[in-house]
Structures are given as C-alpha cells and as structure tokens.
C-alpha cells in the first residue's frame, strides 16, 4: 500500500493514514488502499484502528482529483461508499483523531464507531466553499451523531468543532494529551478485545438499524443463548461471585 501503514494483529489491525506532504488527503489511491484493509476486516473480522500521521488526522479530499470529478463520478460514490463499507464493518472501529479531520477526514472520522480526540483536534466540513456538499456521510451521519442543530451550524455556517465542543457534543469519547492517543484507542480496544466477539458483532449490528426493531434484538440475543461463549462467561462470572 502506497498511502497507509497497516499493522496487522490478532486482535486488530491499526492503519495510519501516511499521505504526510498532502496532509493525508484522501485520494483515489488511498480509498482503494482502505477497501483492501475493508476487505481482510470482512474475511476475518477484527477491531479497527484508524489514526494520522504528524499531527493531522485528514486534511479533506484531494481538491485537484475533486475537480476533475463530474456528474458520472458523483454517482458511483467513490468516498460515501468506502465509508460506508468502513462504518457496516462486523467489528468495532476507532478513529483516533489528533489535529485536522476536515471535510472527506470528517467523514471518515464520523463513519467510525468511537473516536478520540487530542486538544489540537479539530472537526469541520467546509465543502459548500468549494462549490459542492459534504456528500460522504455528513449531512446525515453528523446529525445522527451530534443533534440536527449542531450539524447545520457545521455544514451549512462554516463552524468547526474543536475538541471540547466535539467532546461536549458527544462527538469525541475522550480528550487526551496527543501522547497519551493511541494508547488511549488501544485501551478502548483491549477492553472491547475481552468482550465476546459474537456478541459485539450482534450488537453492533442490532445498534446500527433504523428505527425501533425489538424482533431484530429477539433473534440477536438467540443466538447468544445457544452459544458455548455465553454459558462459559456466565459460569465464571457467578464463579467469581461465591463466598
């Protein structure tokens, strides 16, 4: 891979975007990059850890290759479908988010499932400037994620959210000293990396449905009773639990 550094472990597997002289743009090279690392995740199912490089996060899309985009390319989605692909993954992910996570970083960012933050971070979505709209997730998964109200002050006013207002808005999970950021991702991980997996994949899927689906929840949590996974953890709980 030309655009990511991709550590692959048991548990998880950590990428860091790595496009440094451009800010980690995300260019048509690294979405291709990232559906790779989406594909391993489909075919063995670990946790994700997303972070940047030198202190920047993603800087936007590539404007010059945006330029070039028209009506044809508009349609194929070329960024909404990657993140997409990103936020329907099985397992947990983690945006570990130090500085710049602008327009397409947004959106990145946002298709994660937790994301952590530094004091330097900083959350905007200025793609109405440049003639067009924060089409990869933003005009909807933001609102979802902090309220309508907030969403329209970012996408339609031009405001930022730096990491207290993110963190205030419940867009963040945590601030932390950017020293102290991919350990505290790593920690949200080893804990979610003692759950069972079954079970984290069913939630994950049950949490991420539209509306009310109390059917959906009923078979989920069939499953799991049936599972040798659910009885061991419980026997030891009430084993730990005896005078």
């Not at 800087?59 to 028209?70: P, Q, S």
């Not at 933001?142 to 930022?160: C, D, M, N, T, W």
Request: aromatic share 4%; hydrophobic share 45%.
């Amino acid at each position: 891979m030309t655009t990511l550094i991709v550590d692959e472990r048991d548990d998880r597997v950590v990428v860091t975007l790595d496009r440094p002289t451009a800010r980690n743009a995300i260019n048509a090279a690294m979405i291709s990059d990232l559906h790779d690392v989406c594909a391993v995740l489909e075919r063995r199912p670990r946790a994700l850890l997303l972070t940047g490089t030198d202190g920047v996060f993603a800087g936007g899309a590539d404007i010059a290759e945006l330029r070039e985009r028209g009506r044809d390319e508009a349609l194929q989605g070329i960024n909404s479908r990657l993140f997409d692909r990103i936020a329907r993954l099985p397992m947990p992910t983690v945006a570990a988010v130090d500085g710049y996570a602008i327009g397409g970083g947004a959106e990145l960012a946002y298709a994660c499932d937790v994301r952590v933050a530094t004091p330097a971070t900083v959350f905007g979505n200025p793609e109405p400037g440049l003639g067009i709209l924060a089409a990869a997730g933003a005009c909807w998964r933001l609102a979802e994620l902090v309220g309508k109200s907030v969403a329209k002050q970012v996408l339609l006013a031009g405001e930022r959210l730096e990491a207290e207002e993110a963190l205030m808005h419940g867009l963040v999970a945590r601030v932390v000293a950017p020293e102290e950021l991919l350990d505290t991702a790593h920690r949200l991980l080893d804990r979610m990396a003692a759950w069972s997996p079954t079970a984290l994949r069913l939630t994950k899927l049950v949490l991420d449905a539209p509306g009310a689906h109390p059917f959906e929840d009923d078979l989920a949590q069939a499953v799991l009773f049936e599972t040798g996974d659910k009885h061991d953890r419980m026997t030891k709980f009430l084993e730990r639990r005896k005078p």
